[in-house]
């Protein structure tokens, strides 16, 4: 009998993680659907045709309201500035500015881990100060000031994304360097390694789940980002995805949303491409950055 008893408490035991499980399962799901409901919403708006996408929002696009192609077709020939040359500006500014912030803000994380004096902690708490400082509050002197040193075009916008995107990077980074075993530096130097062949022989390739987990957040960021580039770039000559999109109305402010829909949905591929692509190194990046040390 009580053997009996012991084999049931048992099982019970056992049954409860799956039960817990199944429930967090459902849980999750249901917090997934909701999460991708909007990109949904925008996918099939954008097969209709515009005045349904006013009037039924939420409605499938079938019989008269679906429109096949036609608002993709409209969205990269509208206007007098094509959709590829947006698309151009956009991956000439994303790989730039997210190349410049790695390269720049790992080489300083490394000397502020390793070198620790006061001028390199005041430094780290600048940078990480950077990140709670609101984008409204420099907007405008940004604005004057890149239009003075000549920073409004694609080429030359990274070096404004540099100044606000190595916050973040210095903070993950400093903590993923303190982590790591000076050691092998050390071995580097006696074997004739000087500081800089040490950084990039040595330390880079230690820092790879921070870099890419740097890499991915920057590039979403830099790759949907609206405000910085309209403020700063020439818009007669360089529009990113984003402000094209802005741009899409007729005569007396009329907007195409049909075709609206289509350029996000074609905007967004590329990062929902790439974030699933690399979604693993994400959180191990963070939490090997913000942890150790």
Known sequence: MEQGKYYKKNKDADAQPLKNGRILTIVFTVLTLI?????????MNSFKANTNVKTDTFAWPSGNMFVGWANYLKGFTFGNYPFLKSILFSFVITVLSTALIILCTSMAAW???R???????????????????PFQMVMFTLSKTADTLGLNTPWTIPIIYLGFGAGMAVFMFTGFVK???IEIEEAAA???????????IVVIPMLKPTLISVGILEIMWIWNDYLL????????EYMTIPIHIQYLQGSY???DLGAIMALIILSIIPVIIFYLTCQKYIIKGVAAGAVKG
């Open 115 to 133: 070198v620790d004096n006061i001028m390199c902690k005041i430094a780290y708490y600048l940078f990480v100060f950077s990140m709670i400082v």
């Open 35 to 43: 999460y991708i409901s909007p990109i949904f919403i925008v996918l």
């Open 190 to 200: 006696i074997d004739g390694c000087g500081p800089i062949r040490t950084f990039f």
């Open 253 to 255: 402010g009329s907007v």
């Open 229 to 236: 580039p309209y403020l700063i770039l020439d818009r007669t």
């Open 179 to 181: 982590g790591l075993p």
């Open 111 to 113: 000397f502020i881990a």
